[in-house]
């Protein structure tokens, strides 16, 4: 069965380093996401993707993070300058369709970044 | 705006027994409401999702739930507990342009006993 990948499934940095973390989405998805989840907390929505172009992202998506689609499979989010808040799970997804209720999300494993 | 909640962060089931995971939704307008599970170290797997055609849906590994507005709940249910249903099960609402924005609950974390 088709699966969304993630790497690295685990990432440690310092504080104020850049960060990117990959996917490697559904091969025939149009639409790509990355969702995140501070332990203990909610999956929160970051940022939708669709046409090589964000078509949403939340409040959350701040300056600091950026999301780039830099060949045909890979879809990576980067975030500038780490703090110590930004550890998390991150976790990847793709659809076929972005229609409310068509679209059926897959989501990747997750990286999880730790920021010391 | 759309939001979820789910009571209770833990659940305890033997064996057999019933499951009923709770979820209650808040919506302006008619939602789309979805059922995850993640086992660990595996990422979040859809179990099912209503999408305004029946009120009771069939989902993968003999799961259901059945949408209620007049209490704007979507429970989550199996008859029969396996060991192999231990996992963190999410409930989610669609909001947002493209649909792809989930609303998430804080997830129930569900064992099983034998």
């Known amino acids: 069965e088709p699966e969304v990948t993630q790497t690295p499934s685990h990432q440690v940095t310092q504080m104020g380093q850049e960060v990117i973390l990959r996917c490697v989405p559904i091969?025939?998805?149009?639409?790509f996401y990355w969702y995140r989840q501070i332990l203990g907390q909610k999956v929160e929505f970051l940022v939708s993707?669709?046409?090589?172009?964000?078509?949403?992202k939340s409040e959350i998506f701040d300056d600091q993070f950026s999301v780039e689609r830099p060949d045909g499979s890979n879809f990576t989010l980067k975030i500038r300058s780490t703090k110590l808040e930004d550890s998390a799970m991150y976790f990847c997804a793709s659809s076929k369709q972005g229609a409310p209720g068509a679209n059926v999300l897959t989501f990747g494993a997750g990286s999880r970044l730790t920021v010391l | 705006a759309q939001s979820v909640t789910q009571l209770g962060s833990h659940v305890s089931v033997s064996e057999g027994a019933l499951v009923l995971l709770r979820c209650n939704y808040s919506s302006s307008v008619p939602p789309y409401l979805f059922w995850y599970v993640q086992y660990p170290n595996q990422g979040l797997q859809l179990l099912l999702k209503y999408t305004s055609a029946a009120t009771l849906v069939k989902g993968i590994n003999g799961f259901e739930a059945e949408f209620k507005k007049s209490e704007t709940s979507f429970h989550l249910t199996k008859p029969s507990a396996h060991m192999s249903d231990a996992a963190e099960y999410f409930c989610?609402?669609?909001?947002?342009?493209?649909?792809?924005?989930?609303?998430f609950g804080q997830g129930t974390e569900l064992s099983v006993k034998p």
């Open positions: 993707f669709y046409n090589n172009e964000i078509s949403e």
């Open positions: 091969s025939n998805h149009l639409y």
């Open positions: 989610a609402v669609s909001a947002g342009n493209q649909g792809g924005k989930l609303i």
